[in-house]
C-alpha cells in the first residue's frame, strides 16, 4: 500500500466521521486562537503603551560625571558652556542636562498626585521627544535668566484645568514637606506616560518642565553631573559619544571621569515587564492545547476500537504494520493542522475585532505563526503516536474474532 493510497484512507475515515472530528478539532483550534490573540494584542498594546519611547531611548545617549570619584571638584562637572559647545557638534540634534527632582503640584486649594520636575533647554522636543501641543518651549531670555516657567503634561491639564489652553495659569510645586514655588506654565506637551497611566487606573505621575537656571535658582543648587544628547544619525551614536567625552576631557583637562550610560527609562522598565507577562499569558494559553492534544488522543483510541475487525482484516490479507500506523499518525496529524489552520484564521481575525474595540493595532508575526503550525503538526504526531502504534500491534486472528 504505497503512501498516497494510505493519505486517501485517512481522509476518508476522517470525512465519515465528520461530526467527531470536527469537536476533536475544537480544543486546538481553541488553543491555537488563544494563543495567537493573546500574542498579537498582548504586542499591539506593549507597542502603544511604550514603544515610542523604547525608540527614543535608541537615539539618545546619556553622559554621566563619575559620581564615586573622590577627587572631583566643582569644575570637572559639566557646565552650560559645555552645552552651548555640545550643540554645535556634528550630528547632535540637541542637549539637555539631565536634573530631576519629585514633587507634588498644586493648583488653587486642589492638591495633585506626585510629579518629576526635570530640567531641559530649548531642545526640549529634540531631547524628550515630546510634543508642544499647547503653547512653547522656553526663549532664551528665560533659560538665561532662570525665570519662574515650566511645561506641563497633557494629562495634568485635562484633569486639573479639564483643557489644554492653561498658558500663563500660575501652578504651586512643593518641595520635601515646607519648601514651595510659584510657576507660570508657558506650554503644555504630550505625556508619552499617557497610556501607560491610563493602563492602571489614571495614576497620577505627571511631569513638569523647567530651565536648569530655575531649577538651582529655586529648587537644588546642584551641579549638572549628566547630560542627554539627542543624535541625528543613530548609525554614528558610538562615534559621536566618543567626540562628546573626548571634547569634556579636553575642556575639563581630567581624564575618565565621563562615561556613556544606557538610558533606562521608566517605560524601558515597564517594556520589561509587559513583555514577561504577555510571555506569561501566552503560555497559559497553551495549557489549553495540552488538552485539545489530549482529545485528539481519546478519540483516536476511540477509533481503533471501533476499527478493530477493519485493522483484522488488513492485516490478513498482508497489510504491513508500518501501513497500518501511518494511516492512524496521518489521521491525528490532519486533524490537528486543520484544527490549527483554523485556530490560526481565527485568531487573527479576533486579533483585529479586539484591537478596534480597544484601539489598538495588533502586531502580526509570523514567528507565532510558525510556533502555531510547528504546534498542530506537533500535536498530531505526539498524541496520536500511542493509538497508531495500538493500532498496529493488533494481533489479527484476536482483532478478526472482535465483534
Given amino acids: 500500500m504505497n ?55 535608541d537615539r539618545v545617549i546619556t553622559i554621566n560625571v563619575q559620581s564615586n570619584n573622590k577627587t572631583l571638584s566643582q569644575r570637572d562637572y559639566i557646565n552650560s558652556s559645555d552645552i552651548e559647545e555640545i550643540k554645535k557638534m556634528d550630528n547632535v540634534a540637541g ?3 539631565s536634573l530631576q527632582d519629585r514633587c ?9 498626585g506626585f510629579a518629576f520636575l526635570q530640567t531641559t533647554t530649548d531642545d526640549f522636543e529634540n531631547i524628550s521627544g515630546n510634543k508642544i501641543v499647547y503653547g512653547r518651549t522656553f526663549n532664551r531670555d528665560e533659560l538665561e535668566r532662570g525665570k519662574k516657567v515650566v511645561l506641563v503634561d497633557d494629562v495634568y491639564a485635562t484633569r486639573r484645568f479639564q483643557r489644554l489652553d492653561i498658558v500663563g495659569e500660575e501652578i504651586e510645586v512643593q518641595f520635601q514637606r515646607t519648601k514651595k514655588e ?40 546642584k551641579p549638572i553631573s549628566s547630560i542627554s ?30 562615561e556613556v550610560s544606557v538610558r533606562n527609562s521608566p517605560a524601558e522598565s515597564f517594556n520589561n515587564i509587559l513583555s514577561m507577562l504577555s510571555i506569561l499569558l501566552t503560555a497559559v494559553a497553551a495549557i489549553s492545547l495540552l488538552v485539545g492534544g489530549i482529545g485528539v488522543m481519546n478519540i483516536m483510541l476511540v477509533s481503533v476500537t471501533e476499527r478493530v475487525r477493519e485493522i483484522g482484516i488488513r492485516k490478513a490479507i498482508g497489510g ?55 504546534v498542530s503538526s506537533g500535536i498530531g504526531i505526539i498524541f496520536g503516536t500511542y493509538p497508531a502504534k495500538k493500532a ?12
Avoid: C
Wanted: aromatic share 8%; net charge positive; proline share 2%.
Fill in 3 to 57: 503512501f498516497f493510497e494510505i493519505v486517501k484512507s485517512a481522509l476518508h475515515s476522517l470525512k465519515s466521521n465528520r461530526i467527531r472530528s470536527s469537536l476533536t478539532m475544537l480544543g486546538i483550534i481553541i488553543g491555537i486562537s488563544s494563543v495567537i490573540v493573546i500574542s498579537m494584542v498582548g504586542k499591539g498594546s506593549q507597542n502603544s503603551i511604550t514603544g515610542e519611547l523604547v525608540k527614543l531611548a
Fill in 95 to 97: 542637549v539637555a542636562p
Fill in 104 to 112: 507634588r503640584l498644586k493648583t488653587g486649594e486642589n492638591s495633585s
Fill in 182 to 221: 510659584k510657576f507660570i506654565v508657558i506650554g503644555v506637551f504630550e505625556n508619552p506616560m499617557k497610556n501607560m497611566m491610563n493602563s492602571f487606573g489614571g495614576m497620577e505621575m505627571y511631569q513638569v518642565y523647567t530651565t536648569y537656571r530655575t531649577f538651582k535658582k529655586y529648587i537644588n543648587d
Fill in 229 to 258: 544628547i539627542a543624535v541625528e544619525n543613530v548609525e554614528k551614536k558610538d562615534e559621536t559619544s566618543a567626540n562628546i567625552i573626548n571634547f569634556l576631557e579636553e575642556s575639563h583637562k581630567i581624564k575618565e571621569i565621563y
Fill in 320 to 374: 504491513k504494520k508500518r501501513d497500518i500506523m501511518l494511516q492512524f499518525l496521518i489521521e491525528s496529524v490532519f486533524m490537528s493542522s486543520i484544527g490549527g489552520a483554523v485556530g490560526i484564521l481565527l485568531g487573527v481575525i479576533g486579533s483585529w475585532i479586539i484591537g478596534v474595540l480597544i484601539n489598538i493595532k495588533p502586531v502580526f508575526e509570523i514567528t507565532i505563526v510558525i510556533f502555531a503550525v510547528a
Fill in 392 to 403: 498496529a500491534d493488533l494481533n489479527p486472528i484476536e482483532a478478526l474474532r472482535h465483534e
